[in-house]
């Protein structure tokens, strides 16, 4: 192989890289680049991640639905979550395993199946903080708080930002 070629082909495998990398950003930064804002209410589990540092897990009302009246759940299968506001809030309007044709809905996976009741998760459900600011936050979450999150129009969502209730 010539040094010509060799040459491009180290350059072909460095732009497809830095492809590759932009593509997995851009596909995690959509929801926050197109996506509408959503409230939800949370409460705080306080759990810490040996490689990622301490962060507070938070557990929305969405997280536990009743079982859907139509299809079989299962667990890792896709499920389509309407949302509508009251009063500032977003609260879940039905659940579904296709998307809806319109309105805010969060895509989700199924997490575990019981009797009554399935556990969904969004991707939302970790908040990363400094340990000291973690340790607070879940400490004032314990009276209830509220989440901003981006919800895009694919269903996809990303966590902007969580609160104390009452701030």
Same mark, same amino acid.
């Given at each position: 192989m010539t040094r010509r070629a060799l040459s491009g082909a180290l350059l072909a495998t460095v732009l497809f890289q830095a492809l590759v990398l932009a593509g997995? &950003?851009? &596909?995690s930064q959509y929801p926050l680049w197109v996506g509408r804002e959503v409230r939800l209410a949370v409460a705080p589990v306080?759990? /810490?991640d040996l490689f990622r540092g301490q962060y507070v897990q938070l557990h &929305?009302?969405?997280n536990t639905l009743p079982m859907p009246e139509t299809g #079989?759940?299962?667990m890792g299968r896709d499920l389509y979550v309407g949302l509508v506001d009251r009063n500032g809030l977003w609260s879940a309007a039905g659940a579904s395993f296709t998307a809806p044709d319109h309105g805010v809905y969060l895509h989700g996976r199924i997490a575990a199946v019981s009797f009554e009741n399935i556990t969904v998760r969004y991707g939302i459900e970790a908040y990363f903080l400094p340990e000291t600011q973690a340790r607070e936050l879940s400490e004032q979450l314990r009276r209830g708080g509220v989440a901003r999150v981006r919800v895009a129009p694919?269903? /996809?969502a990303a966590l902007v930002d #969580? /609160?104390?209730?009452g701030r």
């Amino acid at each position: 192989m010539t040094r010509r070629a060799l040459s491009g082909a180290l350059l072909a495998t460095v732009l497809f890289q830095a492809l590759v990398l932009a593509g997995l &950003y851009g &596909y995690s930064q959509y929801p926050l680049w197109v996506g509408r804002e959503v409230r939800l209410a949370v409460a705080p589990v306080d759990p /810490r991640d040996l490689f990622r540092g301490q962060y507070v897990q938070l557990h &929305y009302e969405l997280n536990t639905l009743p079982m859907p009246e139509t299809g #079989v759940p299962r667990m890792g299968r896709d499920l389509y979550v309407g949302l509508v506001d009251r009063n500032g809030l977003w609260s879940a309007a039905g659940a579904s395993f296709t998307a809806p044709d319109h309105g805010v809905y969060l895509h989700g996976r199924i997490a575990a199946v019981s009797f009554e009741n399935i556990t969904v998760r969004y991707g939302i459900e970790a908040y990363f903080l400094p340990e000291t600011q973690a340790r607070e936050l879940s400490e004032q979450l314990r009276r209830g708080g509220v989440a901003r999150v981006r919800v895009a129009p694919d269903g /996809r969502a990303a966590l902007v930002d #969580v /609160r104390p209730a009452g701030r």
